[in-house]
């Protein structure tokens, strides 16, 4: 298995510009979930997925967008990219209920 | 409103120098505790899951405990390996997990 993949691992994008982070897991987990990391903040919420087709607001979703059109893929958009969205980006699985989350490698993400 | 806070933020110890990481909870409807593993560069790797007070988990020099309030990750005579950060993170009750903004150790030879 390749558990939870990322990509790209790093990531330049001028202010106003859109992008998406890819992340795909192969563990057939029905729960999905982004995060963004920033220093002495701890890992924040931005949105979650409890299965295809259904998603929801995490802790700080404005300025993203997410789908999921399947189970192995939950795609992370920025519409509108902004210097305060210089973050690392993690993407995370696991099965339903409150077991335990594998998490993906990372995007770095610098916003100019 | 539901909160993790560990401390210390960073921790120094020297190889062999037992040590303790605290994880501190505010959160209604606890339904599980982590604790997590990340070196830089690298997403969070798992290490334990608590479910109820009492209960404790050990993984080699590690071991963790938990109580209604607060959880512990003990390290015995830990390895300069063993430096990174120790995140913890709880369940609420909506099934989303919470994080604390995590202790970064490091162990000295």
């Known amino acids: 298995n390749a558990g939870v993949t990322q990509t790209p691992k790093f990531q330049v994008l001028k202010t106003g510009q859109s992008m998406t982070l890819q992340c795909a897991q192969d563990m057939n987990h029905e729960y999905m979930s982004w995060y963004r990391q920033d220093p002495g903040m701890g890992l924040r919420l931005i949105h979650y997925?409890?299965?295809?087709?259904?998603?929801d607001q995490g802790e700080v979703p404005n300025g993203y967008n997410v789908s999921r059109s399947t189970t192995e893929d939950f795609p992370l958009r920025l519409l509108s990219a902004a210097p305060s969205q210089t973050s690392v980006y993690f993407c995370a699985s696991r099965r339903q209920g409150p077991g335990e989350q594998y998490f993906g490698p990372g995007t770095r993400l610098t916003v100019t | 409103e539901d909160q993790v806070t560990q401390s210390p933020e960073a921790l120094r110890l020297q190889e062999g120098e037992s040590s303790s990481l605290n994880c501190s909870y505010t959160?209604?409807?606890?339904?599980?505790l982590f604790w997590y593993r990340q070196d830089p560069g690298k997403g969070p790797e798992f290490l334990f899951t608590l479910y109820s007070a009492g209960e404790e988990k050990e993984k080699e020099r590690l071991k963790a405990t938990l109580t209604k309030k607060e959880s512990f990750l003990h390290i015995t005579a830990p390895k300069p390996e063993d430096s990174a950060t120790y995140l913890c993170?709880?369940?609420?009750?909506?099934?989303?997990?919470?994080f604390g903004s995590g202790t970064r150790l490091l162990v000295r030879p």
């Open positions: 997925s409890v299965g295809a087709g259904i998603t």
């Open positions: 959160v209604s409807g606890l339904r599980g």
């Open positions: 993170a709880v369940v609420d009750s909506s099934y989303k997990l919470i």
